[in-house]
Structure formats: structure tokens, C-alpha cells
């Protein structure tokens, strides 16, 4: 019998990444580019958008009623919280230490870069300010549900499905039709999901046409040396301090890539988390984490465990300040790490989260806001690599907290891809 031709969607991806660029690259400037190719990019995202809510929703409805012990789940809360604060605080002393070592600010003329438009990220900003921390604890409980869940808004869709979840574990018999309701939808929401893939390798075209056509390499020549290093410290950020903690597990980070392989690439091509954050769950059930400590460490580290954007945020601030030849000292790096742990925490839903963190940060240890207008032109390209240090981080903060807590149950196949019976049956 003659063997069917495979095509893998990693590689169906990086087609259409390639072909992007190519075209991107031939049509630089010409605004044609994104009036036909934006849309495939953008209805691309919004299916992804789309699907996100309900399986949220449905697979720690599920997760949580299966396990019913609020002890059990107020002890996985806690030291799921922990372990994302050491490791963003690791993050940011790893961006500090590259950026003081390095020096990649230094020697730069600003009058050859330019200035990219921050005025969108201002306002949000100005909005993030003004919340204190009891704003932020108040926004966690939701007084709408159906409108948490038009805006997306993570953590109230956590909350009420965790209470709704141990709502049907204690109501015994007569919750199961509903929890029976919820699998369904989840089973279903899934299998759109893999359906809705096979649209990636042309949203991930679409998306990458435009934002080549946008710039050349006049703009990224003079941040040439800030692009490099930004990318070497978040890969030695990668294959040290995650594999070490995944060492630790007795797990490695090489095996949790080479899972995530095609999740990894379509993150990095969209510059989005949310692409992937369906599957990331969907595989990292299939490598033996229980659905629901999947189901509440990837959501809830979408906003508190962002290794890649907190790493990139204390690079980029000191790289501004060497550029305007600002030292700060010991205490105001201090002072800046501590900043960066409260502001970069529950605010990923913001558009241009990175931006926006290091508006409300920068200005308290005295380093210009306007600095970040020469960095904007690039950032795209920037927040594709930390994008993919996201997601990395999250898989293996579940690895871990599933093996802290005995629940991690290898699968009998390391073949841990969604095969087409799976996607479509």
C-alpha cells in the first residue's frame, strides 16, 4: 500500500513564514501589502479569538469539578503564584545583568534612529496607573460574566470557573449532566481548534508580509546590537535557567520544545500566545498533565508568567538609559526590579503589553518615556522571540507544578502530536 504524503504543519508554517518575508521584502513600502494581506493575518487571529473563551471556560469547569477538594485547589493556586513571582524576578535580574554586561545602549546616535509612534500605548498606560492593587484584587471578581467574557478579561473567567467548577462537584448525581455538558463543549471546542490550524501556515503569511513590508534594514541596523543580544539572552534564558528548573523535575526543556515545536513556531510568526494557547493545553494533557492543573496554570500564567516580557522589559529599560547616558545606580535598579514585579503582573490582556508596562515603570527611576519611541520601529521583531519564551515558560511551569504536587503521568508514546484522526474524528 502506498505510503500517504505528509506535510507537518511546523513545516506548513515556516512556507508560509518564508514566502511572507519574500513578499513582504519585494513589496517594501507599498501599501497594497497590507490592504490585501492584513486580513487573512487578522481573521487568522480572530478564530483563534474566538475559541479561546470557551475552552477556558470548559476545560476548569471540567478540571475542577473532577478534583472538588477547594483545600487542594487553594494549595495549587498558591504555589502555582509562587512560582511564577521567582521566576519573573529571575527574568528580570537575567535582562538587568545582559543589559549592564553588555551595554548595548551605549555609543548610539539617536539622531540616526527613528521614532516610532507610542501614543496609542499613552493612554492605556495612563489607565493602568491609576488602578492600585485593590483595583487589580476588585477586577479579579467579576460582576458580569457575560461581559468578562466578551472582553476576554482571564483571571474573572478563572475565578467564576473555578467556583462554578466546585459548585457541580458538590451538588454529586445532579451535576453530572452538566459537568457531561462541559466535556462536550470542550471535545468540541477542540477539535475547532485543530480545525482552525490548518488556516495557520496563511494567517502566519499574511501577518508576516505586512510587518516586512513595513520596515527595512535602515531600521535595524542602528538597534543591530540591542535585536542580538535581546535574542542571545532570551535563549540562554531558555536553555539554562528553564532547563535547569526543568532539570530539576526530571524533566528537559529540549524534549518540551521539540513537543511544542509547531506551537512554538506559529508564536513566534504571530507574535501572540493566544494562538497557541489551545494547543499548548491540548499537548501538555497529552504529555500526562492532569487537564485541571492545565487548565489553570496556562491561563493564569498568561498573565502572571510572561518569562519573555519581563526579561525583555528590564533589558529595554536599561538600554534607554544608556542611551541617553543615564547610570543608574544599585538602589534604583533595585527599585526598578521591584517596579517591574508589580506592573507587569495581570495586565496581559493590554494590547502592547511590553510598551505599556515599561511606560508605567520608566519614569520612576528617572529614564525619559520618549525613549521608547526609538525602539518601537522594532519591536515586532522583539516580541516574536519573547512571545516564544511565553510560551516556553508556561509549559514548563506546568510540568512543574504537576510533578510538585505527584500528579504527572508520562504517556506511554512520546508521539505527543494531534493526529489528523484526533483533529477531525
Do not use: H
Not at 492605556?124 to 467579576?142: K, S
Not at 529540549?254 to 513537543?259: D, H, R
Not at 491540548?282 to 492532569?290: D, F, I, L, S
Not at 502592547?352 to 515603570?361: I, Q
Amino acid at each position: 500500500m502506498k505510503r500517504k504524503f505528509k506535510f507537518p504543519l511546523a513545516y506548513q508554517i515556516l512556507v508560509g513564514l518564508i514566502l511572507g518575508i519574500i513578499v513582504g521584502a519585494v513589496f517594501y513600502g507599498n501599501p497594497a501589502i497590507e490592504t490585501y494581506l492584513q486580513p487573512l493575518g487578522t481573521m487568522f487571529i480572530n478564530m483563534i479569538k474566538m475559541i479561546v473563551v470557551p475552552i477556558i471556560i470548559s476545560t476548569l469547569i471540567v478540571g475542577v469539578a473532577g478534583t472538588g477538594d477547594i483545600k487542594q485547589l487553594g494549595k495549587l493556586g498558591g504555589k502555582t503564584m509562587l512560582y511564577f513571582q521567582v521566576v519573573s524576578l529571575i527574568a528580570i535580574v537575567v535582562g538587568l545583568s545582559a543589559a549592564n554586561i553588555f551595554k548595548p545602549g551605549e555609543g548610539i546616535d539617536m539622531s540616526s534612529l527613528a521614532k516610532g509612534d507610542i501614543d496609542q500605548y499613552v493612554q492605556t498606560t495612563e489607565n493602568v496607573q491609576n488602578e492600585g492593587i485593590m483595583d487589580v484584587l476588585v477586577g479579579i471578581v467579576p460582576s458580569n460574566i457575560v461581559d468578562s467574557m466578551a472582553n476576554a478579561d482571564m483571571l474573572p473567567l478563572i475565578f467564576f470557573s473555578v467556583l462554578f467548577g466546585l459548585g457541580i462537584a458538590s451538588i454529586g448525581e445532579r451535576g453530572k449532566p452538566v459537568l457531561a455538558f462541559f466535556q462536550g463543549t470542550a471535545d468540541a471546542m477542540f477539535w475547532v481548534t485543530n480545525l482552525i490550524m490548518k488556516f495557520a501556515p496563511i494567517g502566519v503569511f499574511g501577518l508576516i508580509g505586512v510587518t516586512v513590508s513595513k520596515f527595512g534594514l535602515s531600521s535595524l541596523i542602528p538597534l543591530g546590537k540591542l535585536m542580538i543580544l535581546v535574542y542571545v539572552t532570551m535563549i540562554f534564558f531558555v536553555v539554562v535557567v528553564l532547563g535547569v528548573i526543568s532539570k530539576m523535575v526530571g524533566s528537559s526543556i529540549f524534549t518540551t520544545i521539540k513537543l511544542l515545536k509547531d506551537e512554538l513556531l506559529l508564536a513566534y510568526s504571530t507574535a501572540s500566545s493566544e494562538t497557541v494557547l489551545p494547543r499548548l493545553m491540548q499537548k501538555m494533557e497529552k504529555k500526562g498533565c492532569p487537564k485541571d492543573i492545565v487548565s489553570f496554570v496556562i491561563p493564569t500564567g498568561y498573565s502572571f508568567n510572561l518569562d519573555g516580557s519581563t526579561l525583555y522589559q528590564a533589558l529595554a529599560a536599561i538600554f534607554i538609559a544608556q542611551m541617553y547616558n543615564i547610570n543608574l545606580s544599585v538602589m534604583e535598579q533595585i527599585t526598578l526590579v521591584l517596579v517591574l514585579m508589580v506592573t507587569s503582573n495581570g495586565i496581559a490582556g493590554v494590547p502592547g503589553v511590553s510598551f505599556v508596562v515599561l511606560l508605567a515603570t520608566l519614569g520612576t527611576v528617572g529614564i525619559p518615556l520618549e525613549g521608547l519611541a526609538f525602539i518601537a520601529g522594532v519591536d515586532r521583531l522583539l516580541d516574536m522571540g519573547r512571545t516564544v519564551v511565553n510560551v516556553l515558560g508556561n509549559a514548563t511551569a506546568t510540568i512543574v507544578i504537576s510533578k510538585s504536587e505527584g500528579r504527572f503521568k508520562p504517556a506511554e508514546s512520546e508521539d505527543y502530536n494531534i493526529n489528523p484522526a484526533e483533529e477531525l474524528a
